[in-house]
């Protein structure tokens, strides 16, 4: 058990030094001064470990280590003691190959994260990145697939939805109108 749990820490120390390898996103420097700072803190590691992770797997940010891990330890559980540490070898090489994938996924969300937390309370600016990043990896594909069949290589043009959001936005003259094109779709 012990040996897992060094190898589970070990994986976790080495996509750390990764981050900071890559140039990835500093972490802010943690200063606990007073039950203001403490409950903070507290707030953000229960965020992150009541689904923010799961969030970020699901969503392909990151590539989830947790079958890995499991496969592993259920393996190690029932190995004799030689092969117990070539199977620690074994996930430790695993886990270090998807937290280097990993590692500059992560660093982008951090600095993403740590922009729209900098951003003023109801920042337009923000609630424009957060509705793109829906078109682009929600509604899009699934508009493309509706459109033309999951299995087809054609696309959607973003450049022409995003002509026609901004051109409604702005009360343009528009190249096909909203009734036609509310029929079309």
Same mark, same amino acid.
Do not use: H
């Given at each position: 058990?012990?040996k897992?749990?060094?190898?589970?820490?070990?994986a976790?120390?080495?996509?750390?030094?990764?981050?900071?390898?890559?140039?990835?996103?500093?972490?802010?420097?943690?200063?606990l001064?007073?039950?203001?700072?403490?409950?903070?803190?507290?707030? @953000? !590691?229960?965020?992150?470990? &009541?689904? *923010?992770? %799961? #969030?970020?797997?699901q969503?392909?940010?990151l590539q =989830? +280590?947790?079958?890995?891990?499991?496969?592993y330890?259920?393996?190690?559980?029932?190995?004799?003691?030689?092969?117990?540490e070539?199977?620690?070898?074994?996930?430790?090489?695993?886990?270090?190959?998807?937290?280097?994938i990993?590692?500059?996924?992560?660093?982008?969300?951090?600095?993403?994260?740590?922009?729209?937390?900098?951003?003023?309370?109801?920042?337009?600016?923000a609630?424009?990145?957060?509705? @793109? !990043?829906?078109?682009?990896? &929600?509604? *899009?594909? %699934? #508009?493309?697939?509706?459109?033309?069949?999951?299995? =087809? +290589?054609?696309t959607?043009?973003?450049?022409?939805?995003?002509?026609?959001?901004?051109?409604?936005?702005?009360?343009?003259?528009?190249?096909?109108?909203k009734?036609?094109?509310n029929?079309?779709?």
């Amino acid at each position: 058990m012990k040996k897992t749990i060094l190898g589970t820490f070990s994986a976790v120390i080495v996509m750390a030094v990764m981050m900071v390898s890559c140039g990835g996103a500093s972490t802010p420097k943690t200063s606990l001064k007073n039950s203001v700072d403490s409950v903070s803190y507290a707030y @953000g !590691v229960s965020m992150t470990e &009541q689904g *923010l992770v %799961q #969030f970020l797997e699901q969503s392909g940010v990151l590539q =989830s +280590t947790s079958n890995i891990e499991n496969e592993y330890q259920m393996r190690i559980a029932s190995a004799d003691s030689t092969q117990k540490e070539a199977l620690e070898k074994e996930m430790n090489a695993k886990l270090d190959s998807i937290n280097k994938i990993n590692a500059p996924r992560l660093s982008q969300f951090i600095k993403g994260l740590t922009e729209g937390m900098s951003l003023e309370e109801k920042s337009a600016y923000a609630n424009g990145l957060s509705i @793109g !990043v829906q078109f682009s990896q &929600q509604m *899009l594909p %699934q #508009f493309t697939s509706m459109l033309f069949g999951s299995d =087809s +290589t054609k696309t959607v043009n973003k450049d022409q939805v995003l002509a026609g959001i901004v051109s409604t936005l702005k009360n343009q003259e528009l190249a096909i109108s909203k009734m036609e094109a509310n029929g079309m779709v």
